[in-house]
Antibody, heavy 119, light 108 residues
Framework: QVQLMQSGAEVKKPGASVKVSCRTS????????IHWVRQAPGQGLEWMGM????????NYAQTFQGRVTMTRDTSTSTVFMELSSLRYEDTAVYYC????????????WGQGTLVTVSS | SYVLTQPPSVSVAPGQTARITCGGN??????VHWYQQKPGQAPVLVVY???DRPSGIPERFSGSHSGNTATLTISRVEAGDEADYYC???????????FGGGTELTVL
């Protein structure tokens, strides 16, 4: 079955970077897009960007341009999302999620990774 | 950028029909998807491409759109339907998905 398994919770200081992983299984890794969506406490869903694992091509939301980097490791079917220059307001649950094509609906989500930015 | 507007909350009694709206300029031009999110869980797709249901989603969940508004309708509401619901479209101008602000459904 399709699974997206994310790395565990992180606590980081302001200004630091965090790298979250999303290990996939149960489907052909290079045939689907992986998106990252975050949700601040009590808030809605915010799209951060996406990567096409086959080519490594990325598309980032303007809000995160310059601070986010998405990469993949095809040997382990894993996608990584690194967010730098962390601020208190980056405290959120970060989800990886899959789509068949760029503009199709998200059909599978990871379980989420809580990133807490605290001094 | 493209904005999707949802009411913050909707309340309905068990067995009644809940309607959650999603407003956006010319939203009818886009395929609208709806997600259900229960506390502490990842979202789940309940309606896609305006009105289709993924396998395993009850027929009680349906979608439609007219003009600048898309609507998620939940018939014969049950206590287990209590959740946050988000609409989503793909914005072609910026080439990325846009989510509505979410609607909290309360079952009285």
């Amino acid at each position: 079955q399709v699974q997206l398994m994310q790395s565990g919770a992180e606590v980081k200081k302001p200004g630091a970077s965090v790298k979250v992983s999303c290990r996939t299984s149960g489907y052909t890794f290079t045939s689907y897009y992986i998106h990252w969506v975050r949700q601040a406490p009590g808030q809605g869903l915010e799209w951060m960007g996406m990567i096409y694992p086959s080519s490594g091509t990325t598309n980032y939301a303007q809000t995160f341009q310059g601070r986010v980097t998405m990469t993949r490791d095809t040997s382990t079917s894993t996608v990584f999302m690194e967010l730098s220059s962390l601020r208190y307001e980056d405290t959120a649950v970060y989800y990886c999620a899959r789509t068949v094509e760029r503009a199709t609906p998200i059909d599978y989500w990871g379980q989420g990774t809580l990133v807490t930015v605290s001094s | 950028s493209y904005v999707l507007t949802q009411p913050p909350s909707v309340s309905v009694a068990p067995g009644q029909t809940a309607r959650i709206t999603c407003g956006g300029n010319n939203i009818g031009r886009n395929s609208v998807h709806w997600y259900q999110q229960k506390p502490g869980q990842a979202p789940v797709l309940v309606v896609y491409d305006d009105s289709d249901r993924p396998s395993g989603i009850p027929e009680r969940f349906s979608g439609s759109h007219s003009g600048n508004t898309a609507t998620l309708t939940i018939s014969r509401v049950e206590a287990g339907d209590e959740a946050d619901y988000y609409c989503q479209v793909w914005e072609t101008t910026s080439d990325h998905p846009v989510f509505g602000g979410g609607t909290e459904l309360t079952v009285l």
